[in-house]
Nanobody, 119 residues
Framework: QVQLVESGGGLVQSGGSVRLSCVVS????????MGWYRQGIENERELVAR???????NYEDSVKGRFTISRDNEKSTVYLQMNSLKPEDTAVYYC?????????????WGKGILVTVSS
């Protein structure tokens, strides 16, 4: 059974920092591309950051220079370090593990964790 369990969210003041963690079990972690997504009130779920199995990363424009995604394959964990937080970063953050091989695609989601940034 695949499980993705997020932790580290909560309430933080504007300008503050939070580190999210996502521990993954039930799959071969190091071959999966890992992502953090978020969904705010009245917003669609959007990709925040991704780190691929080869270590390459990409970020949504509004978080570039503020957020850093990393992974520890030994611990089957992906992190999202969020600095200089803004109220508009308030959202439920979801961890995702995905891979595709030819026509086969797989995507696994955590339940999400709330980050609230107060002004």
């Amino acid at each position: 059974q695949v499980q993705l369990v997020e932790s580290g969210g909560g309430l933080v003041q504007s300008g503050g920092s939070v580190r999210l963690s996502c521990v993954v079990s039930g799959l071969v972690f190091n071959i999966y591309n890992m992502g953090w997504y978020r969904q705010g009130i009245e917003n669609e779920r959007e990709l925040v950051a991704r780190i691929n199995s080869d270590g390459s990363t990409n970020y949504e424009d509004s978080v570039k220079g503020r957020f850093t995604i990393s992974r520890d394959n030994e611990k089957s964990t992906v992190y999202l370090q969020m600095n200089s937080l803004k109220p508009e970063d308030t959202a439920v953050y979801y961890c995702n593990a995905a891979r595709s091989v030819g026509h086969y695609g797989e995507s696994n989601w955590g339940k999400g964790i709330l980050v609230t940034v107060s002004s």
